[in-house]
């Protein structure tokens, strides 16, 4: 593929003429041209009217819903109508949407993620995944293994969108003079190990054991078990994480953890997790809750939630020890671990 190819170019050499391929290319098409206008609209902020204030209303799962949230809800909901799928699953939607029972896709997208940072001038994005609709199996019921698609778009100081077709990832950025997305990486390749991680620390008294080891083992740097020291980053905004981890490696953790409704910790399977996985794996990385694969898991409802840990293969597996063998972390370390010379 040469540097500089369109998206457009690029899914419709995807598709050929296979129809359910060509069904793909479509969504993948409209969600672009739907992220060049959320892309516009976010830059122009409070001179586009846009405020980043409350709309006064909650969505199904409970956040706070801004001005921005909806309007890019129905941006690409709007650019989906051309699109032949046949149920839609939306963040901002109670219910499933749904389209022509006899289309080949379904879809799942969260409009505008990261949303609680407009206000601030922060990146957001938009996140999707696409789905086989397969006869005699309900929409949004099968494990993520099942996605024919998944990506996202982070508008940050550029736009971009990461595309998986279940056969590597590449990045495309906007030309915002061409209004296209032209291809600046390709077979992305997360490093295997690296020295960052990011977690919302301020849970720490909530979060199980083996997340509390993994953060102490990071903390404890050079002196520690990993001989190394790490660097931390927190950005409250799903995909400009997931961008970092694909530009450099890095873990990124939203565990299950004890506050009432975080069971399966904050982010939601259809729209965040499971999207985020393929491309994690797809790029070499891993995606996991701790204790299974995030693509095994299948939904039972819309806004179901799951656990997330994505980013480089080796931190991934790392934590995933630390919770599937409870003394993986004192038998590492005994001088540091819970129940070692220096802990009581
Ligand atoms: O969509 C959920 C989300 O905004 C993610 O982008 C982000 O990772 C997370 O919530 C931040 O949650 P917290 O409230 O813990 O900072
Ligand atoms: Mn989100």
């Known amino acids: 593929m040469e540097q500089g190819q369109t998206l457009l170019r ?17 969504a993948v098409g409209a969600i672009a041209a739907a992220s060049i206008a959320i892309s516009e609209l976010i830059g122009q902020g409070a001179l586009a009217g846009i405020t980043g204030q409350a709309q006064g209303s909650a969505n199904a799962d409970g956040d706070v819903q801004k001005d921005l949230d909806v309007r890019a809800d129905e941006m690409v909901q709007g650019a989906l109508k051309s699109v032949p799928y046949a149920v839609l699953a939306s963040e901002e939607a109670e219910v499933l949407v749904p389209g022509d029972p006899k289309a080949l896709i379904s879809i799942a ?40 698609a998944a990506g996202f778009v982070v508008y940050g100081p550029q736009t971009s969108l990461v595309l998986t077709l279940g056969d590597g990832v590449d990045i495309f950025t906007l030309d915002r003079a061409a209004r296209t997305y032209r291809l600046i990486r390709e077979r992305v390749k997360i490093p295997a190990d690296t020295a960052e991680y990011a977690i919302n620390a301020s849970n720490h008294r909530h979060w ?17 078990p990993r001989s190394k020291d790490f660097n931390m980053r927190w950005i409250g905004s799903l995909v400009a994480e997931a961008y970092r981890i694909l530009t450099r490696g890095g873990v990124f953790l939203y565990p299950a953890d004890s506050r009432p409704g975080y069971g399966d910790g904050r982010l939601r399977l259809l729209y965040e997790t499971h999207p985020m996985a393929m491309v994690m794996e797809q790029a070499g990385g891993g995606a996991s809750t701790g204790r299974e694969r995030v ?19 080796d931190k991934v597996k790392r934590i995933e020890l630390l919770h599937n063998d409870p003394d993986a972390a004192s038998r590492t370390a005994p001088l540091f671990a819970r129940r070692g010379l220096f802990r009581v």
């Not at 690029?10 to 479509?26: C, F, K, N, S, T």
């Not at 199980?208 to 520690?224: I, K, M, T, W, Y």
């Not at 039972?300 to 939630?305: G, L, V």
């Open 10 to 26: 690029r899914i419709e050499l995807y598709a050929g003429a296979d129809p359910q391929r060509r069904a793909v290319a479509a």
């Open 295 to 313: 693509l095994d898991l299948a939904a039972k409802s819309i806004h179901q939630r799951s656990p997330l840990i994505m980013g480089s293969i």
């Open 109 to 148: 997208y969260d409009p505008l993620d990261g949303s609680s940072n407009i206000d601030t001038n922060m990146t957001v994005g938009t996140i999707f995944s696409i789905i086989p609709n397969d006869p005699g199996v309900a929409p949004f019921t099968a494990s993520g293994n099942c996605q024919l």
């Open 208 to 224: 199980e054991q083996p997340v509390r080891d993994f953060v102490d083992e990071c903390l404890a740097g050079a002196d520690g």
